[in-house]
Antibody, heavy 121, light 108 residues
Framework: QVQLQESGPGLVKPSQTLSLTCTVSGGSIGSGGYYWTWIRQHPGKGLEWIGHIYYSGSTYYNPSLESRLTISADTSKNQFSLKLSSVTAADTAVYYC?????????????WGQGTMVTVSS | DIQMTQSPSSLSASVGDSVTITCRASQSIANYLNWYQQKPGKAPRLLIYTASILQSGVPSRFSGSGSGTDFTLTISSLQPEDYATYYCQQSYSTPARTFGQGTKVEIK
């Protein structure tokens, strides 16, 4: 059974960088067939895809966040990470990591429990 | 970007009712459509992928249909544990993935 667990600070100051890590167990992020993704949910709102990384290291970002976003992976630790720079209150949200099963059509089949990040001074 | 619009935004139904939620894409997405269920304080859970394929472990009262731009999620006999918010999501446009705004199913 694949499990994902987000970790990172729950409070970030405006203009700073939000950094989160997702630790995966029960499956290797270094094997093909899956993307590893970040999704967020603003309080009381819907779901927003942030971006994902493939085992090869290829990354794909939401255009609305691309200029501030970096997603990376550490296959030795079976972790992938999110860095979002220059945050504002609009980045306050629950952040989820998830696995995307690829091909022929992809879908998010395993999710972490989510971690709340508040941007505030 | 492909926009996904769900209707209704919320509905009230009783245990045992049949419930249908609609999702419309702003352009054709073939059958690249997934459905998720989210309960308060929890992560979303995959219910149906590729428009009509039931994810393993999901009760058979859930079903999905549609192709092109119009899709439906049906719960054939609503159970107490089905009260939740449901989201559709398209996987046609790469790499961007977009979700519908959600449909909240409440107890009548």
């Amino acid at each position: 059974q694949v499990q994902l667990q987000e970790s990172g600070p729950g409070l970030v100051k405006p203009s700073q960088t939000l950094s989160l890590t997702c630790t995966v167990s029960g499956g290797s992020i270094g094997s093909g067939g899956y993307y590893w993704t970040w999704i967020r949910q603003h309080p009381g709102k819907g779901l927003e895809w942030i971006g994902h990384i493939y085992y090869s290291g290829s990354t794909y970002y939401n255009p609305s966040l691309e200029s501030r976003l970096t997603i990376s992976a550490d296959t030795s630790k079976n972790q992938f990470s999110l860095k979002l720079s220059s945050v504002t209150a609009a980045d306050t949200a629950v952040y989820y990591c998830a696995r995307v099963r690829v091909a022929p059509s992809d879908y998010f089949d395993y999710w972490g429990q989510g971690t709340m990040v508040t941007v505030s001074s | 970007d492909i926009q996904m619009t769900q209707s209704p935004s919320s509905l009230s139904a009783s245990v045992g009712d049949s419930v249908t939620i609609t999702c419309r894409a702003s352009q054709s997405i073939a059958n690249y459509l997934n459905w998720y269920q989210q309960k308060p304080g929890k992560a979303p859970r995959l219910l149906i992928y590729t428009a009509s394929i039931l994810q393993s472990g999901v009760p058979s009262r859930f079903s999905g249909s549609g192709s092109g731009t119009d899709f439906t999620l049906t719960i054939s006999s609503l159970q107490p544990e089905d009260y939740a918010t449901y989201y559709c999501q398209q996987s046609y446009s790469t790499p961007a993935r977009t979700f519908g705004q959600g449909t909240k199913v409440e107890i009548k």
